[in-house]
């Protein structure tokens, strides 16, 4: 089984915080993907990665970077953590077009 | 424009009704369909998925999907509601052109009444 992990599943930062999500996957898949999920709006990508050290910003990718170092690991990074980033951040991971494979979700609270 | 249209924001449905989740796509080469099912507070799980072939597919937990290309819709489908079935439910459009990225539905949300 394709396993997909978070490193957090609740945190709370405060507002200007850089805040650090890691997301690692075990099935040696080339893409990798980090969304936010909120109330109403269903999905949007923010950025995606299909290979180490590549990288794509994705529909809403204004305040946050990622790296990919290792083709296992896909970092989301919150520069200067705003109110407005409170949000469900999820990760998922593909090979090539197929179906993607979620993580189990980090909640994010920034006070 | 490419875009997924789940029309119904919330559903509810009687345990041991029928369900049927409606699922409207445009894109502009062959799609690559999927059903996902995120339970509250977790991550998205796949249900199912076409690429091609029989366009009537069985998923997981006793769901299955039609693919019709003439009205571009992928609706999913249970003979029977169990309690454990509520969920929100997303649907999705992908495709060989897209470089694995997805398209999701904004959701629906399913209720399932005692």
């Known amino acids: 089984d394709v396993k997909v992990t978070q490193s957090s599943r609740y945190l709370v930062k405060r507002t200007g915080e850089k805040v650090f999500l890691e997301c690692v996957q075990d099935?040696?898949?080339?893409?990798m993907f980090w969304y936010r999920q909120d109330p109403g709006l269903g999905l949007r990508l923010i950025y995606f990665?299909?290979?180490?050290?590549?990288?794509e910003k994705g529909d809403i990718p204004e305040g946050y970077s990622v790296s990919r170092e290792k083709k296992e690991r896909f970092s989301l990074i919150l520069e200067s953590a705003s109110t407005n980033q409170t949000s469900m951040y999820l990760c998922?991971?593909?090979?090539?077009?197929?179906?993607?494979?979620f993580g189990p979700g980090t909640r994010l609270t920034v006070t | 424009a490419q875009s997924v249209t789940q029309p119904d924001i919330h559903i509810t449905v009687s345990e041991g009704a029928s369900l049927e989740l409606r699922c409207n796509y445009s894109?502009?080469?062959?799609?690559?369909l999927f059903w996902y099912v995120q339970s509250p507070g977790q991550g998205l799980q796949l249900l199912l998925k076409?690429?091609?072939?029989?366009?009537l597919v069985q998923g997981i937990k006793g769901f299955e999907a039609e693919f019709k290309r003439s009205q571009s819709s992928f609706n999913l489908r249970k003979p029977s509601v169990h309690w454990s079935d509520a969920a929100e439910y997303f649907c999705?459009?992908?495709?060989?052109?897209?470089?694995?990225?997805?398209?999701f539905g904004q959701g629906t949300e399913l209720s399932v009444k005692p």
């Open positions: 998922a991971s593909s090979q090539t077009a197929y179906e993607q494979y």
């Open positions: 099935m040696d898949h080339e893409n």
């Open positions: 990665s299909y290979d180490v050290k590549m990288k």
């Open positions: 894109y502009g080469a062959t799609p690559y």
């Open positions: 076409y690429f091609s072939g029989d366009t």
């Open positions: 999705a459009v992908g495709g060989y052109n897209q470089g694995g990225k997805l398209i």
